[in-house]
């Protein structure tokens, strides 16, 4: 009975032993997360200064490895050329000074939310216009060191950056807007950024922009000399496409309807000025305004770009008709001035037949009314010469006329008289317009819809 009790005492006290051995070890496992902060952060023992020694502990440049996860691009704006990204920024490199011990691999890593504990690449973007960094919570940074001594750097930011543009064939046209990333003060003797291996870039799915596509991306190096030294850079060209159906919709299509309301003055009755030049002045304003409304929203560049050919070109029509109408009114009044002229011409003339009339009939009564009158025979030999002229002249205009073409047969439905050219002209142009305009609309779609893009490089 005795040994009983003693077995069982001694059952007791060595679980008591194990359990109070199992939280003196999950308290020492927290306690060693301190210590092994304390052990490669502590002071006097790391120096945030100083760079870490190359691959393999050499004295080669430090390697930072740069992968970017792009979440969203708000705009892209053509006037100022710049456009704004938020985007998941990571840098990973090896520094052997960081070096702990995992604890047979249950402590995978640990992580610090202040980045001026530890040495920091110091990577800027060269293209950068305005950047900040979010607080919201907490700062959205973080710094994982793992056992090896690798550590791994990621931060959410925002930025605008500059993108210069090529307006030339706007707005069928294509920008290319990079992403540049460089060292500021280390050379390539010090520190090398390469791009992280496999899938370097990555963009958020269903990326959505008011007025543009984002096709591909392309990651490249950049290196730049300058006379203090070569220093290492990093960039990312992304391929921006602009949606057209907007510029259609809100471009395109009016113009066109304001050069074919321009055209309706043709139509209209020559007599009709307040109609006809109220409908010419008021399309012609209209596309101005539309022209400048275009202009104000791009920058004032030195070139010629798409949409001011096809402006200028519909302006010019608008212009035209109203020009048109012109020539009509100019040419209407000179030929009833003429018409008139030839009025009074005749009634002039009619009545000096007249006033003749009544002198040769007075000078015939006074005559004596034996007076013998000379008469002609009627009939002519057939060798009489006279008669001959007569009967070739028959002959030519009882020759069969020629078959007019279609052209002058529509024209000859329009007499050639001074007062009906006006209309000669409605008609004419309203013919000569719409082909023309047509035939500008298959040379301007042909040109820049299949024009490729000399500066394109991918």
Known sequence: MG?????????????????????????????????????????????????????????????????????????????????????????????????????????????????????MPDLFFSNEKEGHFHNIIMPNVYIRIFPNGSVLYSIRISLTLACPMNLKLYPLDRQICSLRMASYGWTTNDLVFLWKEGDPVQVVKNLHLPRFTLEKFLTDY?????????????????????????????????????????????????????????????????????????????????????????????????????????????ASRSGLNKANMHKENMKKKRRDLEQASLDAASDLLDTDSNATFAMKPLVRHPGDPLALEKLRQCEVHMQPPKRPSCCKTWLSKFPTRQCSRSKRIDVISRITFPLVFALFNLVYWSTYLFREEDDETF
Request: hydrophobic share 40%.
């Open 222 to 330: 950049c290196n730049s000399k300058t006379n203090t030294g070569e220093y290492s850079c990093l960039k990312v060209d992304l391929l921006f496409k602009r949606e057209f159906s907007y510029y259609l919709i809100q471009i395109y299509i009016p113009c066109c309807m304001l050069v074919i309301v321009s055209w309706v003055s043709f139509w209209l009755d020559q007599g009709a000025v307040p109609a006809r030049v109220s409908l010419g002045v008021t399309t012609l304003l209209t596309m101005a305004t539309q022209t400048s409304g275009i202009n104000a929203s791009l920058p004032p560049v030195s070139y010629t770009k798409a949409i001011d050919v096809w402006t200028g070109v519909c302006l010019t029509f608008v212009f035209g008709a109203l020009l048109e109408f012109a020539l009509v009114n100019y």
């Open 3 to 119: 040994t009983g009790h003693y077995f069982w005492a001694i059952f007791y006290f060595t679980s008591l032993c194990s359990a109070s051995l199992a939280n003196n070890a999950k308290i020492n496992f927290r306690e060693k997360e301190k210590k092994v902060l304390d052990q490669i952060l502590g002071a006097g023992k790391y120096d945030a200064r100083i760079r870490p020694s190359g691959i393999n502990g050499t004295d080669g440049p430090a390697v930072v490895r740069v992968n970017i996860f792009v979440r969203s691009i708000s705009k892209i704006d053509d006037v100022t050329m710049e456009y704004s990204v938020q985007l998941t920024f990571r840098e990973q490199w090896t520094d052997e000074r960081l070096k702990f011990d995992d604890i047979q691999g249950r402590l995978k890593y640990l992580t610090l939310t202040e980045a001026n504990r530890v040495w």
